[in-house]
């Protein structure tokens, strides 16, 4: 009887129920669609990352010290396949660097030996010519083929020097004699290989593993072996746990083959520091997901509530027939569990068809664009699908809850005189008399617990939990964040509402006259309409405000931190005190000076942590001394130079005094030291100090951190600059002799460019000169902003979607709500049109009430969610002492606005449409 | 002699109830002088509503011709239909019909605003109409805030907005205790003593008592006048 009665609802109602429907099959669609997509991109990122890194799952190769870098083939492969059975495949191969040398024209590049019949790893992209190869021929790679200008039936010679077996705990010989040999090639293919090898690997040529064995005098060895392992290991949700079995794997080929060897996973360790980045997007997915089923529960509350309203005579028929209250209730439910059933169900098929017909091919094409074969299949797993059902039907059931409540206090008083039914009955006297838990007040404490739970909780997923309990804590406090921002900015829909009015009164003033009062006095409409939409705008505004911010102050931030238009840092940069790791005053002054388009030139030392005392040695504070060698006020930012005491000029005074110093403005305030007074530092060694007299107090000198106005920082550590000298006799022990000029000590040079200079010839050059020999990094601010300027339209296109995913439901929500508002207001219609309203002019106050009140609630949104991202922006950088330009986000709001009208127009016109039309005494006979 | 001010010609008009078409109003002509105070009264479902209504210009014949002030209704589009009603004529419903987000001045106010009268203008003329109906100290009450009585006076303040020379009433005292009703037609009559032409429909012999002519309608036929 039951189901009997909701079906025959259904078809009463028509439209709420489709809407239902259509509103739960597109949001939960998404939802799917964003999961499954997600779940497909982390499934093919095995597939990515193979074809980065190569598409082989282990490498092995001898160590460095190893008395023999080669290895018997016939011994070890089969050693290597027997130690588990997991391992399907493995090849031996010959992977170094050489040297090539056409016609005077000298190249450096990996020659890699394989060999094709059964090496079947990677793809070999065949540009021109033919692979697979004779003897004596090779396949040179694109980039080799035109940087030395090699066309088919060219030769080239190739040298190889033969590894020397470093001694254990010693580094390798610099400058030792090397056992070296060369070969004339013909090329016959230029090629470029996908996943054979490391992505990196894009210069040099490939030769047949036997040829290069015969030319090596190295028959039946190979200097590494590559081995793939059964994909079905790989076949898991979970990145991480891919990654462990492939170690495992590797692990018993270790135990077989003994310490002699070195194992590279790269692919499962790129795989797994790839599955946070994944989480993390899902996170921000699921969160958006909430917001928009949330938004899904109020459109069917306020739908459902509107429909026990309408019913509220037929159930009281029903109570007078004998129904219990019970049944009234299950009605209600069953009806929205079967729209429900219909609306997620309808909804999981959209989601694996946009899955499968749109974003894979999009995904595809993009990845195919980059140069990247996949087998790329679409991902609609339990994993993806259940989240969106469990959330769909819990939502449902709490927003059909109240309305069936409404439906279950039906009284047979509804039916005999509805007017009297809501005053105190006799059967409401029980109720009166009965003392109920108030669950206002234990909502309350469950959401300032939920606050502290959040802090607490975050405390224990650091100590004990995992990734994926963190992005849970991070989706809960998003959905904090946009609950409570929201519920605060709520206060300001009714002055945009106005403001939005008074906008629209400017432009059709007969229409905002009736609609100003409607959408100022209707009370419950505008609550539920207004915060459909301004859930739905405060996340995606907070992410474009931010975005917008850091967008803006990306080039301010870039240059803080490179400090010159030209930065190179060498790997001794971020730590670690080998001296390979550092570069020679001659390298630099000799060597890198030369590059054409390079102008003025600074070096800065490693960062040598010591104390800084005030003369008596009451103050302390830890500090970082660097050491300066060139004029830094010619190469660094002169506009982000500034100081509290002394001028930009001290920076060159310190070149020339070994007793100077510039210290920042916190340690100046930490050891209560001014302008000319004296720093004691501390050197290397016992009864090592230096008493330097400050030359300058600095607030901020761009490329260096650690220098700053804040006290407390500085007592946690400042950085403090001194001459290089300085720094060579601070860094040795009182009776040691000094290092020599040119040890090297500098790990970051500071440089400016020719104003005629070719930023991106000088970024080539730089590459050509140093890219596989030196341990050195350069940044170049212009391509940096190049770079930036691409990533900013992703981003944006990433927001704008999940501004779509959230706003689509909301759409939904507006018009259903504006049906329901028009269909409720049909004799007020009527009546306006009997008093000579024109249809358009009805049309037109429906249509500014609906803009009204969805735009003044998504204006509230958008300052809800952007204020909030301009507070973290801005104290996250005030706490960094680092100035911010203003932006404001010029994409993701005014689309916010668009939608939130476009969807107020369409909706309200469809709405009234219905009921416009009528006749006048039509619409005042309806019931 | 007085000019006719409405002109009901032959008039025919069926419903369709699911597939048979059921006739309210049967081959029904009549003229209404102007300043005339006409009642039509007539059993449920003699069709006296459907007349009020097609005089009105709210609903549409089958067949038959009505002129209001020399404009054949039948011939006017929608547009022209909701003109004549703005200018012309005068609703009161049984139900009240106010706006329930309006005060009673602005629901006053409401045709005013639609007939593009300058603010100044409609809200001293909103004033005085209240004043005339007697809610002058009721102006910024919302509709829920007043009685039965005083929404239909406020009602009829509305209907008199744009000074339309005909007067719709449609069991305007049907929702009201009788000496609530007394008075509405007290002051109805008034207004008909001012010069206006009034029409309306009524189940009550005494309110039709305050008619200078009662139309008699039984199963879609003029029965008397």
């Given at each position: 009887m039951v189901i009997k009665y909701v079906l025959k609802n259904f078809s009463r109602r028509k439209v709420r129920t489709i809407l239902m429907i259509l509103s739960l099959l597109v949001s939960t669609g998404l939802i799917v669609t964003m999961s499954a997509t997600v779940e497909t991109v982390r499934q093919s990122n095995v597939d990515l990352i193979a074809s980065a890194v190569g598409r082989y799952d282990i490498g092995l190769s001898k160590l460095d010290t190893s008395l023999d870098p080669f290895m018997d083939v016939d011994e070890v492969i089969p050693q290597v396949l027997a130690a588990n059975e997991k391992i399907t495949a493995v090849y031996p191969r010959i992977e170094t660097d050489i040297e090539l040398n056409v016609n005077g024209n000298i190249g450096r590049g990996t020659l890699l030996a394989l060999d094709p019949a059964v090496d079947d790893v990677g793809f070999v992209i065949v540009s021109e010519g033919q692979y697979p190869l004779d003897a004596g021929q090779a396949a040179v790679f694109e980039d080799t083929a035109f940087s030395l200008d090699l066309n088919l039936g060219d030769t080239v010679?190739?040298?190889?020097?033969?590894?020397?077996?470093?001694?254990?705990?010693?580094?390798?010989?610099?400058?030792?004699?090397?056992?070296?040999?060369?070969?004339?090639?013909?090329?016959?293919?230029?090629?470029?290989?996908?996943?054979?090898?490391?992505?990196?690997?894009?210069?040099?040529?490939?030769?047949?593993?036997?040829?290069?064995?015969?030319?090596?005098?190295?028959?039946?060895?190979?200097?590494?072996?590559?081995?793939?392992?059964?994909?079905?290991?790989?076949?898991?949700?979970?990145?991480?746990?891919?990654?462990?079995?492939?170690?495992?794997?590797?692990?018993?080929?270790?135990?077989?083959?003994?310490?002699?060897?070195?194992?590279?996973?790269?692919?499962?360790?790129?795989?797994?520091?790839?599955?946070?980045?994944?989480?993390?997007?899902?996170?921000?997915?699921?969160?958006?997901?909430?917001?928009?089923?949330?938004?899904?529960?109020?459109?069917?509350?306020?739908?459902?509530?509107?429909?026990?309203?309408?019913?509220?005579?037929?159930?009281?028929?029903?109570?007078?027939?004998?129904?219990?209250?019970?049944?009234?209730?299950?009605?209600?439910?069953?009806?929205?569990?079967?729209?429900g059933t219909i609306g997620v169900g309808l909804g999981i098929v959209l989601g694996q068809l946009i899955t499968a017909y749109i974003v894979v091919p999009i995904i595809k094409n993009q990845m195919l664009a980059q140069g990247l074969n996949s087998g790329l299949s679409p991902q609609v797993t339990i994993g993806a699908i259940l989240p969106a059902i469990i959330s769909a039907f819990v939502v449902l059931i709490l927003s059909s809850v109240k309305p069936a409540q409404d439906a279950a206090r039906t009284k047979v008083m509804h039916a005999i005189n509805p007017g009297v039914a809501d005053n105190i009955q006799l059967e409401d006297l029980a109720q009166l008399r009965e003392r109920r838990p108030d669950a206002k007040i234990f909502l309350a404490g469950v959401t300032l617990m939920l606050v502290f739970g959040l802090i607490a909780g975050f405390q224990v997923v650091d100590a004990f939990g995992g990734p994926a309990l963190e992005v849970m804590f991070v989706l809960l406090a998003l959905g904090l964040l946009v609950l409570g921002l929201g519920l605060m900015f709520f206060i300001t829909t009714i002055p945009f509402e106005r403001f939005v009015l008074f906008v629209m009164r400017l432009i059709f003033p007969r229409v905002t006259y009736f609609a100003r009062r409607n959408v100022g006095r209707g009370q419950l409409r505008n609550t539920l309409i207004s915060m459909l939409v301004l859930f739905s705008g405060v996340l995606p505004s907070f992410l474009a405000t931010q975005l917008a911010l850091e967008n803006a102050n990306y080039e301010t931030s870039t240059r803080l931190d490179n400090g010159a238009p030209v930065n190179v840092r060498s790997f001794g940069y971020w730590g670690g005190g080998a001296n390979s790791e550092r570069l020679k005053p001659s390298f630099v002054n000799n060597d890198l000076r030369t590059v054409p388009g390079f102008d003025q030139m600074a070096s800065i030392s490693y960062g040598y942590e010591s104390r800084?005392?005030?003369?008596?040695?009451?103050?302390?504070?830890?500090?970082?001394?660097?050491?300066?060698?060139?004029?830094?006020?010619?190469?660094?930012?002169?506009?982000?130079?500034?100081?509290?005491?002394?001028?930009?000029?001290?920076?060159?005074?310190?070149?020339?005094?070994?007793?100077?110093?510039?210290?920042?403005?916190?340690?100046a305030e930490q050891l209560v030291v001014e302008l000319g007074g004296t720093v004691k530092l501390q050197g290397e060694g016992l009864d090592h100090t230096?008493?330097?007299?400050?030359?300058?107090?600095?607030?901020?000198?761009?490329?260096?951190?650690?220098?700053?106005?804040?006290?407390?920082?500085?007592?946690?550590?400042?950085?403090?600059?001194?001459?290089?000298?300085?720094?060579?006799?601070?860094?040795?022990?009182?009776?040691?002799?000094?290092?020599?000029?040119?040890?090297?000590?500098?790990?970051?040079?500071?440089?400016?460019?020719?104003?005629?200079?070719?930023?991106?010839?000088?970024?080539?050059?730089?590459?050509?000169?140093?890219?596989?020999?030196?341990?050195?990094?350069?940044?170049?601010?212009?391509?940096?902003?190049?770079?930036?300027?691409?990533?900013?339209?992703?981003?944006?296109?990433?927001?704008?979607?999940l501004t779509v995913i959230s706003f689509t439901t909301a759409v939904f929500g507006v018009f259903a709500v504006i049906y329901v508002t028009i269909y409720a207001r049909r004799l007020e219609i009527g009546m306006m049109k009997a008093v000579g309203m024109l249809r358009r002019e009805l049309t037109g106050m429906l249509i500014v009430e609906a803009i009204a009140m969805t735009l003044?609630?998504?204006?509230?949104?958008?300052?809800?969610?952007?204020?909030?991202?301009?507070?973290?922006?801005?104290?996250?950088?005030?706490?960094?002492?680092?100035?911010?330009?203003?932006?404001?986000?010029?994409?993701?709001?005014?689309?916010?606005?668009?939608?939130?009208?476009?969807?107020?127009?369409?909706?309200?016109?469809?709405?009234?449409?219905?009921?416009?039309?009528?006749?006048?005494?039509?619409?005042?006979?309806?019931? | 002699m007085s000019e006719p001010i409405i002109i009901v010609d032959d008039i025919h008009k069926s419903y369709l109830m699911g597939k048979e078409a059921v006739p309210a109003l049967r081959g029904v002509s009549l003229e209404i002088q102007r300043g005339e105070f006409v009642c039509l009264m007539g059993p449920s479902g003699s069709g006296k509503t459907t007349l009020l209504n097609i005089v009105g210009g709210l609903d549409e014949p089958s067949r038959g011709h009505v002129m209001v002030e020399g404009d054949n209704l039948v011939s006017l589009n929608e547009n022209e239909l909701a003109r004549l009603r703005l200018q012309r004529m005068g609703f009161i419903f049984q139900n009240y019909n106010l706006l329930g987000n309006f005060t009673a001045q602005e629901n006053v106010e409401a045709p005013m605003v639609l007939a593009r009268m300058s603010r100044r203008d409609r809200q001293q003329r909103a004033h005085e109409l209240l004043e005339k109906v007697d809610l002058g100290d009721r102006a910024h009450h919302y509709p829920s805030e007043l009685s039965g009585g005083q929404q239909q006076r406020v009602a009829i303040a509305r209907a008199l907005a744009n000074n339309p020379p005909i007067l719709i009433g449609d069991e305007m005292t049907g929702d009201l205790d009788s000496v609530t009703g007394f008075a509405i037609m007290e002051l109805v009559a008034s207004l008909n003593k001012e010069g206006m032409t009034v029409v309306f429909v009524t189940h009550d012999p005494r309110m039709a008592e305050f008619a200078s002519r009662v139309i008699e309608l039984r199963d879609g036929k003029l029965l008397g006048n």
């Open positions: 010679d190739v040298s190889y020097s033969f590894p020397l077996p470093r001694e254990k705990g010693q580094e390798e010989l610099a400058g030792a004699s090397e056992r070296r040999t060369s070969k004339r090639f013909t090329v016959a293919a230029i090629v470029r290989q996908d996943g054979v090898t490391d992505s990196s690997v894009h210069s040099g040529l490939i030769i047949s593993l036997s040829d290069a064995q015969d030319w090596l005098g190295l028959n039946g060895r190979a200097q590494n072996l590559v081995a793939t392992v059964d994909p079905a290991l790989y076949e898991t949700n979970n990145a991480e746990t891919a990654a462990l079995r492939v170690r495992d794997v590797a692990g018993s080929v270790q135990a077989a083959l003994g310490d002699e060897y070195r194992y590279s996973l790269v692919k499962a360790s790129a795989l797994d520091g790839a599955a946070q980045g994944f989480l993390a997007v899902q996170a921000l997915i699921n969160t958006y997901g909430l917001i928009s089923l949330g938004v899904v529960g109020l459109l069917v509350h306020t739908l459902v509530m509107t429909n026990v309203q309408e019913q509220r005579r037929d159930m009281a028929v029903l109570r007078i027939l004998g129904s219990e209250r019970n049944l009234l209730f299950r009605l209600v439910i069953i009806e929205v569990l079967v729209i800084a005392f005030d003369p008596v040695g009451m103050r302390s504070a830890r500090v970082t001394v660097m050491g300066v060698d060139g004029r830094l006020p010619d190469v660094l930012f002169s506009d982000m130079i500034e100081f509290a005491a002394g001028t930009p000029d001290s920076l060159n005074q310190l070149l020339d005094d070994p007793n100077a110093v510039i210290i920042s403005e916190g340690l230096m008493n330097a007299h400050v030359i300058g107090i600095a607030r901020r000198i761009p490329g260096f951190s650690g220098i700053g106005r804040s006290r407390l920082e500085a007592m946690d550590g400042s950085t403090v600059l001194v001459s290089v000298d300085a720094f060579r006799s601070l860094v040795t022990k009182l009776n040691d002799p000094l290092p020599l000029p040119d040890d090297p000590i500098f790990v970051q040079v500071l440089a400016t460019l020719t104003p005629d200079a070719d930023i991106h010839a000088v970024a080539n050059e730089m590459g050509e000169r140093y890219g596989l020999d030196y341990g050195f990094w350069t940044r170049f601010l212009e391509i940096q902003l190049e770079f930036n300027a691409d990533a900013q339209a992703t981003q944006r296109i990433f927001l704008l979607v003044g609630a998504a204006l509230a949104g958008i300052a809800a969610g952007a204020s909030m991202g301009y507070v973290s922006f801005y104290g996250q950088r005030a706490l960094q002492q680092i100035p911010t330009t203003f932006a404001i986000d010029s994409t993701v709001m005014p689309f916010i606005v668009f939608m939130v009208v476009l969807a107020s127009v369409l909706g309200a016109a469809f709405s009234a449409r219905r009921i416009v039309k009528k006749q006048a005494v039509d619409i005042l006979r309806m019931q | -």
